[in-house]
């Protein structure tokens, strides 16, 4: 079973920067695509970005401009540096990993709150 696990949410006020992490407990180098999602209170799941094993990346239109995802395969570890960050931003941030033939695995989440 793949493990997931988000950190770096927090409480920031609006304009200010967060870099949530996410860590892996296999290698992440052969997983597909990996993913940042947010679900804001009383709204839907919603995708922030993506990255696949090829590097290619989507941004959802709030987050470009803004946000950074990366990732580091020898630390099994992906990232969102957010700036500018907003009220709008205030949800939780859910990380996940898109393993064909394998599936779907997903962490707890980790809340971030911008407060204007």
């Known amino acids: 079973q793949v493990q997931v696990e988000e950190s770096g949410g927090g409480l920031v006020q609006a304009g200010e920067s967060l870099t949530l992490s996410c860590v892996v407990s296999t290698s992440i180098s052969s997983i597909n695509a990996m993913a940042w999602y947010r679900q804001p209170p009383g709204r839907r799941r919603e995708l922030v970005a993506s990255?696949?094993?090829?590097?290619?990346?989507t941004y959802a239109d709030s987050a470009t401009g803004r946000f950074t995802i990366s990732k580091d395969n020898s630390k099994r570890t992906m990232y969102l540096q957010m700036n500018s960050l907003k009220p709008d931003d205030t949800a939780v941030y859910y990380c996940a990993a898109h393993w064909a033939g394998y599936g779907d695995f997903w962490g707890q989440g980790t809340q971030v709150t911008v407060s204007s």
């Open positions: 990255i696949t094993s090829g590097g290619k990346i």
